[in-house]
């Protein structure tokens, strides 16, 4: 009887200490969600901040951007989760021609996404870059496919016998590329095409230093790439999956390498120019959030940034990379970018909608419409700030000229 009590007592023992542990834990809980205050080490932990997060001499605050972008009142719950500040990019190229590039700059963490419109758009982007990177050296470059207008300006223009692109002009800690592509290294005639001339570009880097994976390295955590990188406190760029890294596509769009950066709880998406069926994939084979910003896809054209994946990620904010009017590539006015079909869609979501460029008659051949256009967070709300206009697509007059907004948007 007596081993029996003493049983008894011990699991009694147990079970209250089970129960305090609870209580502890559900406490510690309750209180980081700040829904109750503890009497002890709460000032600095629980208002969700460091001296890094608001600091304002961080490059950031050069940009435009002002203190009251990251209000800690926040609905999302940002104010719960200490980051780094944050500004993503996305400069004029210097000339008439559609193309990409965003620079992504956290701390002293500069990441390149893309390099067009063309080879001459070179040196516009290295006079940007070069506002905010000091030290010379970019931390990542991705390249998402092989179109011109996205790796032309990592060749840059040849002169004295050498390239100033940008895969010369800076040391490259790591490059992360395509996986696949339709394009040929030599031309029709036998001459070295932009595409043999990138190879050489990246075979340059690599002799300097560079680390270079694939999309798919990155995905599978293979030849010493990550699925996940930390760019900075609470920053993570994060590369996604789609089909096409593994199956051909007779569209060079559709190799586009996709990426997610995410800022506590704010989600910021890139998918270069991937197309409906890219797109579908993307959707189907990740958990995709919804996002504060999308980069349009392929420049706001009616074949890309279709409902399958807006629906899903429901952007806030939306910036086409494009010279909005231009004949590039059609004559048909509807699907100049950014299209109408593009307009219809996003319309369901956001307003907010900013474009680089538009077509002018002056000399260049352009004009600011957004001008440069940065985004900027500590993890809480997103401000937007244009060089030349703050306005929406929908307030532009070219807008207004050449496009109708939904009823329903």
Known sequence: MAGRR???KRLGLLVLVILLALVIAGCYILWQRGYIDLPFGTESASDGSDSTASDSSDSTASDGSDSTASDSSDSS????IVTENLS???PMLGNAYTGDCVLIKTGDTEVLIDAGSRQSSAAAISDYIDEYCTDGVLEYVIATHADRDHIAGLVGTKS???????LYEYRVGTLIQFVRTNKSAQTDSGGVSLYGNYLEAVSYAVAQGTQVYTALDCWNNANGAARSYTLSEGITMNFLYQRFYEESSSDEN????????TQGQNNYLFTGDLEAEGEESLVEEN???ECKLFKAGHHGS?????DVLLSVIRPEIVVVCCCCGSDEYTDNVANMFPSQAFVDRVAKYTDRIYVTTVVSENDAGFEPMNGNIVLSSDGGEVSVRCSASDLVFRESEWFKENRTWPSAG
């Open 6 to 8: 003493r049983k008894g």
């Open 77 to 80: 719950g940002g104010a719960d």
């Open 88 to 90: 993503i990019h996305f």
């Open 160 to 166: 004295g016998g050498s390239y100033n692109g940008i």
């Open 254 to 261: 559709n190799y586009s390498v996709c990426m997610l950066l």
């Open 287 to 289: 958990d995709l959030p």
């Open 302 to 306: 009616p074949t890309s940034s279709n």
